[in-house]
């Protein structure tokens, strides 16, 4: 299987994290999100342990909780002791009210307005990444007005393509993120910062992109953006304290995916930039990475139940599942692929072929083509693998669809991190 948190048992049912998934189909209705906690704590482990081993004293994962936000998921990032990334007022919310210690949050976005920005300091957010001039002198501004100094990375773009998608592609010269070194607007806002007083520059970001596979990318962004700080350092005197690699390593959706050691990744990188810091003659900074995907993504699946098998005779086969787009747009968004299993069945010959799609009224609310399967009945239950990341938090309600639950699943047991959307919650801002 594709992860090992995913088996077939003696009923021919799938299974994960040891759960039979027909079994919890039944217990919490379908559509239902599920989440691996046991797998989420082992990739914030690998990650912060890799961290820890090659990289100086202080460097820390961030969990980039666009990926998946939900107050049980602060909890337990708190619990494993990393930083968070945060993007909204309502992650925020989020992270403050589960309890998280706020001065470890890092606050994101390339428009944070004037509410956002003041919203994030009275919730007492560690550190800004600040992405153009105007937020640097808007942020300057809040921090006087609430007395308060603020810390900020700043977010740099180093001008490199990582050969992935190209709306998840981020770190170029024309992005809409970021301060470009080769256009000379990143030394200037390095300049800037540091004349703002309620400004405290603690170092730099930048993230190339997502679903990248190889180090390359990294390496290379990360000598960039080393080079940079020497030449800042040079030329004011400020040597950056934190340099913040990023996200972006990918995950395995389908078995022609690469397998991924992420220790090995780390050791790369860092073999890489010490190399590159000694050439410099500076001393490397404390390293962050923002891992979002690679925490989460194999530690969920998403069940649906069957509906309707349609055959058009001399075309093609629909089985039409009673989720779809609403709760995983991502194939609709960028073509993701996934891997579809009959969990019911899931010990059965693959003998049919199909497209599965959703419920929605749109031909492009499809969650796979050409999925090879057993012949599905209604009724049967579908689980779609690796749903962990961008999809419980790319939800909408579309059609009026009211999103799934997500349950979590912890040595041996199971548990609701956040609760079915009923039609009176999709209707209670109505007047
Ligand atoms: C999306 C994002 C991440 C996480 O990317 P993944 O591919 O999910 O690891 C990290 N940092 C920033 C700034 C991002 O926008």
């Known amino acids: 299987m594709i992860c090992d948190n995913i088996s077939i048992n003696s009923k021919g049912h799938l299974t994960f994290a040891g759960h039979d998934t027909v079994e919890l189909a039944e217990k919490y209705g ?9 797998k989420i704590r082992e990739h914030i482990r690998i990650y912060k342990n890799a961290m820890a081993e090659f990289f100086p004293e202080g460097s820390l994962p961030e969990f980039a909780s666009k990926a998946f936000s939900c107050k049980q998921i602060y909890r337990i990032v708190k619990e494993e002791g990393i930083n968070v990334d945060l993007v909204s007022m309502g992650e925020i919310y989020a992270a403050k009210s589960a309890g998280f210690p706020m001065e470890n949050a890092f606050f994101h976005g390339n428009n944070k307005t004037d509410s956002d920005i003041k919203y994030a300091m ?8 600040c992405d153009s001039a105007d937020e640097l002198n808007a942020v300057n501004r809040i921090a006087g007005e609430l007395g308060k100094k603020q810390k900020l990375l700043l977010r740099i773009t180093p001008g490199i393509d ?3 998608h190209k709306k998840i592609s981020t770190g170029s010269v024309d992005s809409k993120f970021g301060f470009p070194i080769e256009t000379g607007a990143a030394k200037n806002a390095v300049k800037l910062a540091l004349s ?6 603690s ?3 930048c993230h190339v992109g997502s679903q990248i596979f190889e180090s390359d990318p990294f390496i290379d962004a ?15 005197g400020y040597m950056a304290k934190l340099l913040n690699l990023g996200g972006g390593l990918g995950v395995r959706y389908v078995e022609s995916d690469p397998v991924i050691d992420y220790r090995e990744k ?4 860092a073999a890489a930039l010490n190399k590159m810091a000694e050439k410099l003659n500076i001393k490397l900074p404390e390293i962050l990475m923002e891992p979002g995907r690679s925490l989460v993504a194999d530690a969920g699946m998403t ?3 069957v509906g309707s098998v349609k055959e058009i005779e001399g075309y093609k086969n629909y089985v039409s599942v009673d989720g779809g787009m609403t709760d995983n747009p991502r194939f609709a968004l960028y073509e993701s692929p996934y891997t579809v299993i009959l969990a019911s069945k899931a010990d059965k010959e693959c003998d049919f072929k199909a497209s599965v799609v959703g419920r929605c009224c749109e031909s492009g609310d499809i969650i796979q083509e050409n999925v090879p399967l057993p012949k599905p009945c209604r009724g049967d239950v579908i689980a779609v693998l690796t749903t962990g990341a961008y999809n419980y938090t790319m939800a909408s309600h579309y059609n009026r669809i009211p999103k799934p639950p997500v349950v979590m699943l912890k040595d041996g047991q199971d548990y609701v991190a956040v609760k079915r959307e009923t039609v009176e919650d999709l209707c209670k801002l109505d007047v």
């Open 222 to 236: 990360a000598e960039i953006m080393l080079g940079f700080i020497s030449e800042v350092k040079n030329e004011t």
């Open 30 to 38: 379908t559509p239902l999100y599920l989440m691996d906690e046991n």
């Open 303 to 305: 069940l649906y139940t």
């Open 122 to 129: 009275e919730s007492g957010v560690g550190h800004f990444v």
């Open 162 to 164: 990582p050969h992935t």
């Open 196 to 201: 703002l007083e309620n400004l405290e520059l």
């Open 203 to 205: 170092g730099f970001h």
């Open 266 to 269: 780390i050791g790369e990188i």
